[in-house]
Every structure is written in structure tokens, then in C-alpha cells.
Nanobody, 120 residues
Framework: QVQLVESGGGLVQAGGSLRLSCVAS????????RGWYRQAAGKQRELVAT???????TYADSVKGRFTISRDNAKNTVYLQMNSLKPEDTAVYYC??????????????WGRGTQVTVSS
């Protein structure tokens, strides 16, 4: 089975940093990364950063200049480096990707999320 698993979340002081990882595993032929999203308590899920298979990157205005999205195709992993964290960054962070299986099929996959809490 194919799945995405996020890790790297935790509790950090304002101004600190965290690095999130999203690893795809299973019968994978290729991962087309889409990006990171987050959902704060009581709020809608929002886009944080996107990265295309060609390497094009976009960021939400709220994180621009502080977060960096990257990928390691050999490891089927997407990263989100988060610097200068603010309390308003507190949320569950999710990764999303299109995954091609070894049989040639494709699907949209989401991880279960990892909690990021930033204290003031």
C-alpha cells in the first residue's frame, strides 16, 4: 500500500525553527509532490507551500521569507523548513502528493498530519 507520513512537528518557542518531513512509501514508481497545508484549531485548512514536479515553488504570503519547501526525489521525501516561527503558525501540518504506483496507477494522497505548536 502507498502512504504518506509526516514527521518533525513539536513544541517550539516563537522565533525558533522546525523541519517537517513527508515520506512516501509503498509500491511507488514516482511521486509528484504538491505541497504542505495546515489547519489551525477552528479554522479552514490553508495552503502553506507548493512544489511542482518541475521544481516550481509558491508560498502563502503569511510564510513567505520564513518557510522553505524542498524535496529529495531519491528518498521520496518532501521537506518544509520553518524558521522564525510565530504563534499563529500553530496548526496541524499536512503534506499532499500525487503518487504513481509501480502498476501505473495514480492517486491523490494525504498524510495524517503532524502538530506544530509555537509558544509566545
Amino acid at each position: 500500500q502507498v502512504q504518506l507520513v509526516e514527521s518533525g512537528g513539536g513544541l517550539v518557542q516563537a522565533g525558533g525553527s522546525l523541519r517537517l518531513s513527508c515520506v512516501a512509501s509503498g509500491r511507488i514508481f514516482r511521486v509528484n509532490p504538491r505541497g504542505w497545508y495546515r489547519q489551525a484549531a477552528g479554522k479552514q485548512r490553508e495552503l502553506v507551500a507548493t512544489i511542482s514536479s518541475g521544481g516550481s515553488i509558491t508560498y502563502a504570503d503569511s510564510v513567505k521569507g520564513r518557510f522553505t519547501i524542498s524535496r529529495d526525489n531519491a528518498k521520496n521525501t518532501v521537506y518544509l523548513q520553518m524558521n522564525s516561527l510565530k504563534p499563529e503558525d500553530t496548526a496541524v501540518y499536512y503534506c499532499n502528493a500525487e503518487i504513481w504506483t509501480l502498476s501505473g496507477g495514480t492517486g491523490d494522497y494525504w498524510g495524517r498530519g503532524t502538530q506544530v505548536t509555537v509558544s509566545s
